[in-house]
């Protein structure tokens, strides 16, 4: 039996939600770098879903979302959809418009942390 190293990188998987020119909602699949500094002054965790999951909505702010339990399905304005779950770092800048949707597909929670960017941070994101 080989054994064989899983090729990781200095990256993490990434999916970032944008806004249109229209204020529609798409995202982008890619990678952040690992051991980089964040320019955030918080972070907060959540585990409640009861209150958006379904329903249209932007992102309050731009922000990181680090999924550690459940498996969501999020949807965009043009019908479009992809999978987040532990591993995939979600970095939602799509703070106008209708935005975008979720859904849990595996589990009954969502335990996720967010890291809010402050207004002039570069978020990191290198599209694949």
């Not at 909602?25 to 009861?50: L, M, W, Y």
């Not at 969501?72 to 591993?87: A, Q, R």
């Amino acid at each position: 039996m080989t054994l064989q190293k899983a090729e990781t990188g200095n990256y993490l998987k990434a999916i970032r939600l944008i806004n249109l020119d229209n204020d529609d909602c798409t995202f982008e699949r890619g990678k952040i770098p690992v051991q980089q500094h964040i320019n955030a002054s918080h972070f907060f965790a959540k585990t409640d879903v009861s209150t958006l999951e379904g329903i249209p909505h932007p992102a309050p702010r731009r922000q990181y979302v680090i999924t550690l339990k459940g498996k969501l399905k999020f949807g965009v304005t043009n019908g479009e959809s992809f999978i987040i779950e532990p591993g995939i770092i979600l970095i939602a800048n799509d703070t106008k418009g209708i935005g975008h949707t979720w859904e849990i597909i595996e589990g009954e929670e969502w335990e996720r942390i967010y890291i809010p960017l402050e207004d002039d941070t570069d978020d990191l994101f290198i599209t694949d």
